[in-house]
């Protein structure tokens, strides 16, 4: 009975680390994103533009030039406003036992597509709300069958929801783990490193 309890609490230990490491990367995203388009001047045929294409792969939803017009002050609110976001769940991560300096690090690596395209993609947009039910369920707070109905996504082209792709998004979280724990393992070796290679004072001088 003490070892199944045991098992649980990792369980839900687990799903709050996942979920604190994935928001962190969503405001970080929007962070750079916002960070990005301040570098960039936007016309109004720019914006047109972007609109028609958007209106074309993304028919179920009408877009407008004026949607793809940025205010810099707007932007600098939203980019403060995702900073804010972003250093609260690395605070809940560290609670769940990941760093700051490696939650960061996987960011960056995440961000700069040196990893998973699925997480860059869309993942970090559905994954919180299917990990926030997970939490729920294994705290007994929803049945089974809700939790099943969370677990949907939808779809860039015609915004339908669809049966989530469990088998991928096990594989995800996995590869998300491993990850987090390569950083975290190469910082505490470089850390080593840098202690062991520190020159010992000469007694005689």
Request: proline share 3%.
């Amino acid at each position: 009975m003490y070892t199944l309890k045991v098992k649980h609490a990792n369980r839900i230990i687990r799903v709050m680390r996942l979920f604190a490491i994935i928001k962190a990367y969503h405001h970080y995203t929007m962070m750079e994103l916002y960070r990005e388009s301040l570098q960039v001047e936007n016309t109004w045929k720019d914006a047109e533009h972007i609109s028609d294409l958007m209106n074309m792969f993304m028919p179920y939803t009408e877009f407008s030039p004026t949607d793809f017009l940025h205010n810099k002050n707007e932007i600098t609110d939203g980019a403060l406003e995702d900073y804010e976001e972003f250093k609260k769940w690395t605070e809940m991560a560290v609670v769940a036992d990941v760093s700051e300096r490696t939650l960061t690090a996987f960011c960056k690596n995440m961000y700069n597509l040196q990893s998973f395209s699925i997480l860059n993609a869309y993942g970090h947009i559905f994954y919180p709300d299917w990990l926030m039910a997970l939490f729920l369920y294994l705290n007994n707070a929803i049945s089974k069958t809700e939790l099943q109905k969370t677990f949907v996504e939808y779809s860039m082209f015609t915004g339908k929801p669809k049966p989530a792709d469990i088998a991928q998004f096990r594989k995800v979280i996995i590869e998300i783990e491993e990850l987090v724990s390569q950083i975290a393992n190469k910082q505490t070796n470089r850390e080593i490193k840098r202690k062991t290679n520190i020159p010992c004072p000469n007694i005689n001088t």
